[in-house]
């Protein structure tokens, strides 16, 4: 019998929600248990555009041994999450015990931040590249090691299959990419 893999995903008001959501209901479709963590210190959350999400627990002490992934969607949202500096604290935790983390659009920042991405190819939304000069925004998903980043909204779905090749497999993304015909 598979272990199940697990996820934690850190959200803060101000997410964007097809980033969220995308990658969030792919993983689940997968098999992963995604905990939604709120960092804002309520169970509710809004998105950018006024969508809200109920988290499954508010952000506390967790341990990268208790999950195979860090998920950091964007958004303006992202800017209170740096303030806050848990995320990267998370982050940090993640790459150094060798697991995944994946940070789209804004929240590559984030990553930035916890001192991971020297030497790490990454991408990012183009509004956060003032910060991260070394982006590489050709590329809609860009993987260096365990770290997987993608620019923004656009390429949600593309991020989200690669999170399943990499947490699961190939074949598992192919499966679930098959049934919501992409």
Request: hydrophobic fraction near 45%; charged fraction near 25%.
């Given at each position: 019998?598979?272990i199940q893999?697990?996820?934690l995903?850190?959200?803060?008001d ?10 969030i ?5 997968a ?5 939604i963590?709120s960092a804002n210190g ?7 555009s006024g ?6 627990e ?9 999950f ?19 995320a990267?604290?998370l982050a940090k ?14 929240a ?8 991971i ?19 590489n ?8 090691g ?11 779905l ?5 999170l ?6 190939p074949?598992?993304a ?9």
């Amino acid at each position: 019998m598979a272990i199940q893999k697990r996820v934690l995903c850190v959200l803060g008001d101000g997410f964007e929600e097809i980033e969220t959501v995308t990658p969030i209901d792919l993983l689940r479709r997968a098999g992963a248990d995604v905990v939604i963590a709120s960092a804002n210190g309520s169970f509710q959350l809004e998105g950018r555009s006024g969508i809200h999400i109920h988290a499954d627990e508010i952000l506390a002490k967790h341990s990268a041994f208790e999950f195979d992934m860090l998920l950091l969607p964007g958004g303006p949202g992202v800017t209170d999450l740096r303030t806050d500096g848990r995320a990267a604290k998370l982050a940090k935790e993640f790459f150094d015990h060798g697991k995944f983390v994946a940070a789209i659009c804004a929240a590559p920042l984030i990553l930035l931040d916890a001192g991971i991405l020297e030497h790490i190819r990454h991408t990012c939304h183009s509004s956060a590249t003032s910060e991260l000069f070394s982006a590489n925004t050709e590329e809609k998903v860009v993987e260096d090691g365990r770290v997987i980043t993608s620019r923004g909204a656009g390429t949600s779905l593309d991020f989200s299959l690669t999170l399943l090749r990499r947490l699961f497999s190939p074949e598992k993304a192919d499966e679930i990419a098959a049934a919501i015909m992409a």
